[in-house]
Antibody, heavy 120, light 106 residues
Framework: EGQLVEAGGGLVKPGGSLKLSCAAS????????VNWVRQAPGKGLEWVAS????????FYAESVKGRFTISRDNAENSVYLHMSSLRVEDSGVYFC?????????????WGQGTLVTVSS | DIQMTQSPSSLSASVGDRVTITCRAS??????LNWYQQKAGTAPKLLIY???TLESGVPSRFSGGGSGTSYTLTVNGLQPDDFATYFC?????????FGQGTRVEI
């Protein structure tokens, strides 16, 4: 079935940086695209970024382009999201989510999420 | 970006009811439409993908339909475990976008 576990969230001041991690287990990690999806408190879901199985292709939402960087280490079965120039509106729970093996941008496995709070 | 609009934003229902949620896109999705269920404090769960394909392990009381710009999620015989928020999502093109959610409550 598989498991994803996020870590690295916390409180950071506007303009600051934070690096999230997503550790995968119990599935063939190197075969799957992985995404970050966030949810502001009490709000809906927003796709943030994705990285291909090989790590060669990355895509970003316009709202984070130039500030966030997604990366992966297939030897460590992990995906990362480096966030810089953080804004108050970046606050929320960040989930990593695996692409379905039969459907692109379809998220069949999610982590429990990690909370990011951007506040002075 | 493709805009996704769900209706209603919330609804009240009873156990055993048939419930239908609608999702409309600002352009055709060619069937690349997914549905998720989310309960408070937990991650979303994939229910249906490609408009009408039931994800493995999801009860058959959930069904999806539609085409083009208009899609539906139907729950036949609502169960206590189904009271949650439901989101549609287009996987037709990057950036993927979600509807604002429909809260199903008693």
């Amino acid at each position: 079935e598989g498991q994803l576990v996020e870590a690295g969230g916390g409180l950071v001041k506007p303009g600051g940086s934070l690096k999230l991690s997503c550790a995968a287990s119990e599935f063939s990690f190197t075969k799957f695209t992985v995404n970050w999806v966030r949810q502001a408190p009490g709000k809906g879901l927003e796709w943030v970024a994705s990285i291909s199985a090989s790590g060669n292709y990355m895509f970003y939402a316009e709202s984070v382009k130039g500030r966030f960087t997604i990366s992966r280490d297939n030897a460590e079965n992990s995906v990362y999201l480096h966030m810089s120039s953080l804004r108050v509106e970046d606050s929320g729970v960040y989930f990593c989510a695996r692409d379905h093996d039969h459907a692109y941008l379809t998220f069949d496995l999610w982590g429990q999420g990690t909370l990011v709070t951007v506040s002075s | 970006d493709i805009q996704m609009t769900q209706s209603p934003s919330s609804l009240s229902a009873s156990v055993g009811d048939r419930v239908t949620i609608t999702c409309r896109a600002s352009q055709s999705l060619s069937g690349y439409l997914n549905w998720y269920q989310q309960k408070a404090g937990t991650a979303p769960k994939l229910l249906i993908y490609a408009a009408s394909t039931l994800e493995s392990g999801v009860p058959s009381r959930f069904s999806g339909g539609g085409s083009g710009t208009s899609y539906t999620l139907t729950v036949n015989g609502l169960q206590p475990d189904d009271f949650a928020t439901y989101f549609c999502q287009q996987s037709y093109i990057t950036p993927s976008t979600f509807g604002q959610g429909t809260r199903v409550e008693i």
